[in-house]
């Protein structure tokens, strides 16, 4: 087994500071101020910016990038309760679920509200407010998030980037590497 790199032990740290216990070992949460739900889930290779805000129910699948900023909000108050202030109506049982698929990524200071889900390989212009699920390998932007255009300019070539995540054999490089784990084996 190989010595703990400085890294790999401040991003443990930061998983034992919010309670977290379904992050992979090479998910990573970049420093600063964030308020994260213990229920949130890192898959591999997942990232998730500065001073993101993430609600409960949360999930960031392989290779998903959150940028700085980041809200995943809503269901959390209940409005409905005739005559009684919002503020004194109380929490629900449940949220829904929002999954930030495969190879997603969303930009800067974008909100997504609970239960819309972030489709495979779609990227989410920075400032946007997604209001409804986005479907796989498109880019979308806006208030509310509208369709701009497809991630790739032909289907072949979005097929092959899709087979190419879902196989594993994902050519390393950019600015990006996650923490090595002193448990994994080399």
């Not at 001073?51 to 949360?58: A, D, H, L, T």
């Not at 929002?98 to 989410?124: H, M, N, P, Y």
């Not at 946007?128 to 289907?155: E, L, M």
Request: aromatic share 8%; net charge positive.
């Amino acid at each position: 087994m190989s010595k703990p790199t400085l890294k790999w032990l401040l991003m443990r740290l930061r998983c034992w500071r919010f309670h977290l216990r379904h992050i992979s070992d090479s998910a990573y949460i970049a420093k600063g101020k964030q308020s994260i739900h213990r229920s949130l889930v890192m898959e591999s290779f997942s990232y998730l910016g500065p001073e993101s805000i993430v609600g409960p129910n949360v999930k960031l699948e392989a290779y998903a990038m959150v940028g700085p900023r980041v809200s995943f909000v809503g269901d959390d108050h209940v409005f409905t309760n005739v005559g009684c202030p919002t503020i004194f109506s109380g929490r629900p049982d449940s949220v829904r679920e929002t999954i930030v698929e495969r190879d997603a990524w969303i930009g800067c200071g974008s909100i997504v509200l609970a239960g819309c889900s972030i489709g495979a390989g779609s990227i989410v212009a920075a400032g946007s407010v997604v209001t409804k699920p986005v479907p796989p390998g498109v880019i979308v932007g806006g208030t509310p998030a509208k369709y701009i255009k497809d991630r790739f300019h032909t289907s072949d070539e979005c097929s092959l980037h899709n087979r190419v995540i879902e196989e594993g054999t994902v050519k390393g490089g950019g600015h990006y590497v996650a923490p090595s784990s002193p448990f994994s084996k080399s």
